[in-house]
């Protein structure tokens, strides 16, 4: 693991008054993109580990159970190395699995609250949380499912994540004649500050990688892309995904040094692949990579700082370096905050029980609204209209026939959009 403090500011000599003040940064993914690199925008600091260290990655925070698999590996068209890759199995029984019928499945980057392992789920069922179900009674998530994973050494394993309870992971994995059956248990509370947990079946070890600190990760994933024929394809991409608490907000075709973060604050979202891989294209005239034109982004930390970040150059796979400038914006109190400008709210009791309440005082008239419900998943729980009107408007839900977790509750208004996280126990 290396950790880099790169924060340079550049003179007026070099890029004139438009960059005077702007801070710039270099991060890299290495030669052949052969490592993730966690980048915190404040102080510029920047660590890098090898992507062949991990395979599988498990969410420690509270009421989350998404289980990842790498796709990062350095895999380049100088270098080509071979990918870990998990696949979904028609097996019931852990003893008897075997590779018929198997599908691959990949991770979709859309929170670090649900993986690969996840995204298999029932859509339909909200206690189906993809590789294991909800018990309502005992609130422990069960395995359901038997994957196989096809490891870089060439190894293929059965793999089953058996279950959640009182917030330790236990898994299973074994060779598919089922010789060499390893068991472990990854307990949450022992890495309480981090997003993710990191496990290399390889070495059978339980790893720690992420800084104390990071917003952004700058590393490889698979995107669904246009294949230019009709059709689409899963492509692996470079790209930057954003850490659990920080939201995003993109800014085309404007002047970089007068553009307003009040014009695009209402744009923000917490989307992993907000930034992505798209601020960057290959140019097939010089055969050089270019950075998109007037574009920034303006990104909300989980500290409420607010700072621009432009793109001015990357290297490729020669170094995987790239280049941006960062302008610090401004400290936001919350993000209700922001929206009360114009809206005022309360959810209450937080954490709920049986009941919640939600409380929301319109400086304006409005006639309808929309309330809805998704769980960690992303998962449609319920969904209705309500009436609203210029004033102090309560509202009540019955939510103990929902099992104990983390919610999403979003109210759609015909300005803007309320979101609230809420905790049901």
Known sequence: MKVFYSTVVFSVFLLGSLHAQMQFDQFAAGASYSEQTYYRISDGSSTSVDHTVWDIAFSVQPQQLGIFINEAVATSMSTPLPETELYLTTST??????????????????????????????EAD??????????????QVIGSRIFVIHL?????????????????????????????????????????????????????EILDLEPAQWD????RYYTTLDDGNGGTLDYL????????????????NIDPETVQFTDFENSLTDTLTQIGHDWKFFDLATFQWGIVPNRVYFVQTEDAEVWQLQFFDFEGSSTGVATIGKTFVTTV???????????EWKVFPNPARSDIQFQLSLNAPQNQAQATLFNTMGQLIWQEPISVQQ?????????????????????????????ETIIIQ
């Open 93 to 122: 029984e852990f003893e008897t699995a075997d590779t018929s019928g198997m599908q691959r499945i990949l991770n979709q980057e859309i929170n670090w609250e649900g993986g690969a392992f996840n995204h298999v789920r029932n």
């Open 126 to 139: 909200p206690f189906d949380f993809g590789w294991g179900f909800y018990n309502v009674s005992n609130h």
């Open 152 to 204: 870089r050494n060439g190894a293929f394993k059965k793999l089953m994540i058996e279950s959640l309870i009182s917030g330790v992971y236990s898994f299973k994995y074994a060779n598919l004649d089922g010789s060499d059956e390893v068991s472990e248990t990854i307990a949450k509370a022992d890495f309480s500050e981090k997003t993710l947990v990191y496990y290399s079946i390889e070495n059978q």
């Open 216 to 219: 952004l990760l700058f590393t």
């Open 237 to 252: 991409v470079t790209g930057i995904l954003s850490n659990a608490g920080v939201q995003i907000a993109q800014a085309d």
């Open 333 to 343: 109190t919350s993000n209700e905050e922001v929206s009360a400008q114009t809206t």
């Open 391 to 419: 004033g102090l408007n309560t509202y009540s839900w019955a939510v103990d026939h929902l099992p104990k977790g983390r919610y999403h509750l979003q109210v759609q208004l015909q300005t803007e959009t309320i979101q």
